[in-house]
């Protein structure tokens, strides 16, 4: 049985504000291991298949801030976190942010807590509904700022998903999410490029490319420790295979089979002129590490 810091032989109970597919599926989960659960959502109604679940709903949020000192919160965005939990008397409390947000709401939000006499916690959930509550489904959420209230809630807010402490500045969890999450968008953007680019040929299932492509991806993943050395070392230079002067004069191929293809070049093209600009400016023997300063730089 997983159990809270708080409490060494019982389930801690806790309080979920929002019940969304994702805080539905956060629900079940703490459900599941037995924790006692009080649920609030704006549309009631979507609280009546957890209660027939064990949950309690409360009826005004806040009834459902007062039944726990865990208060997790899933809601829309971080303006409805400010305007639900306006009224509520929060002292006392630990809240835990789950909302997606930036960096700066999440800093705003914690000084908010503080000033209200909360505790404060912010989350960037590294997972989809369906991940949620299935260990082997690798995802996890990152958290942020108060350390002591992490370490007292851990073993509760691990029930769902794995968790990952990132530092006391309460931006962090959510500068981790988003910096993930842009890298992603990166690369679906190739990978709808990619398939852009073979979609004309009837010869070449795409479910056959797939394969190819996963795996060279996966390959090419390994290039960000390399980088990571390089922003550490200061050494834009150091270990690197193909320099920058290359891959943006191979660039060249790359935007003549677009053409020839019928492929519009949009998704990449913004990189392939960054690339152009750094090697202009005199530093093509460097790997990809000196675009992240210029990017900085602008």
């Known amino acids: 049985m997983t159990t809270d810091h708080t409490s060494a032989t019982q389930p801690a109970p806790l309080t979920l504000l929002g019940l969304g597919d994702m805080g539905t599926a956060l629900a079940r989960a703490w459900l599941a291991a037995g924790h006692p659960l009080t649920v609030w959502n704006r549309t009631a109604a979507k609280a009546e298949p957890l209660v027939a679940e064990g949950a309690r709903a409360a009826a005004t949020l806040e009834e459902a801030v007062a039944a726990a000192d865990l208060v997790v919160v899933c809601l829309l965005d971080d303006a409805s976190v400010g305007e639900a939990l306006a009224a509520a008397e929060l002292t006392g409390k630990d809240i835990v942010n789950l909302t997606t947000g930036t960096p700066a709401q999440a800093r705003e939000r914690a000084g908010w807590a503080r000033q209200r006499g909360a505790r404060f916690l912010d989350g960037g959930i590294m997972a989809v509904p369906p991940m949620i509550g299935i260990p082997e489904a690798g995802g996890y959420v990152f958290y942020s700022g108060d350390h002591a209230l992490f370490e007292q809630h851990r073993d509760t807010l691990a029930v769902p998903v794995g968790t990952r402490y990132v530092g006391t500045d309460p931006g962090h969890a959510a500068l981790h999410d988003v910096a993930l999450l842009s890298a992603m968008t990166g690369?679906?953007?190739?990978?709808?490029?990619?398939?852009?680019?073979?979609?004309?040929?009837?010869?070449?299932?795409?479910?056959?490319?797939?394969?190819?492509?996963?795996?060279?991806?996966?390959?090419?993943?390994?290039?960000?420790?390399?980088?990571?050395?390089?922003?550490?070392?200061?050494?834009?230079?150091?270990?690197?295979?193909?320099?920058?002067?290359?891959?943006?004069?191979?660039?060249?191929?790359?935007?003549?089979?677009?053409?020839?293809?019928?492929?519009s070049g949009e998704l990449l093209a913004p990189f392939m002129a960054s690339m152009r600009e750094r090697v202009a400016h005199g530093y093509g023997d460097e790997g990809l590490a000196g675009l992240v300063d210029m990017l900085r730089q602008r």
């Open 187 to 263: 690369m679906f953007a190739g990978i709808t490029h990619a398939f852009a680019l073979m979609r004309p040929e009837q010869d070449v299932k795409p479910t056959a490319f797939a394969g190819m492509l996963t795996d060279w991806l996966r390959a090419m993943a390994d290039m960000s420790a390399g980088m990571a050395h390089q922003l550490e070392s200061g050494d834009y230079t150091e270990g690197v295979a193909s320099n920058l002067a290359m891959m943006s004069a191979g660039n060249a191929t790359l935007e003549t089979t677009a053409e020839e293809q019928g492929v």
